[in-house]
């Protein structure tokens, strides 16, 4: 995240973004996602028309408890 400091506010300007095609996302997963991790925004563009925003998922965004996921597990 990158701020602009003043003597009497900071001010948030951007987070930085990524754009990558599937192909170099394949070839560099764990780079790219330890990137988000830290804040970094990544779109990943498939094709012309299609892209993908890749967000991490908080524990706030799971729908069910660790114990409920693993009480419905198939086995």
Same mark, same amino acid.
């Not at 070839?27 to 990137?35: A, I, N, R, T, V």
């Not at 890749?54 to 086995?75: G, Q, S």
């Given at each position: 995240?990158?701020?602009?400091?003043?003597? +009497?506010?900071?001010?948030?300007?951007?987070?930085?973004? =990524? &754009?990558?095609?599937?192909?170099?996302? @394949?070839?560099?997963?764990?780079? +790219?996602?330890?990137?988000?991790?830290?804040?970094?925004? =990544? &779109?990943?563009?498939?094709?012309?028309? @299609?892209?993908?925003?890749?967000?991490?998922?908080?524990?706030?965004?799971?729908?069910?408890?660790?114990?409920?996921?693993?009480?419905?597990?198939?086995?």
């Amino acid at each position: 995240m990158h701020y602009i400091c003043t003597k +009497y506010v900071h001010i948030k300007i951007a987070d930085i973004m =990524l &754009i990558v095609s599937t192909g170099e996302f @394949r070839g560099k997963q764990k780079s +790219y996602l330890d990137k988000v991790d830290n804040g970094t925004e =990544l &779109i990943i563009q498939r094709s012309k028309n @299609r892209s993908y925003k890749v967000i991490p998922v908080e524990e706030d965004d799971t729908l069910m408890t660790k114990e409920e996921f693993f009480a419905r597990r198939i086995y």
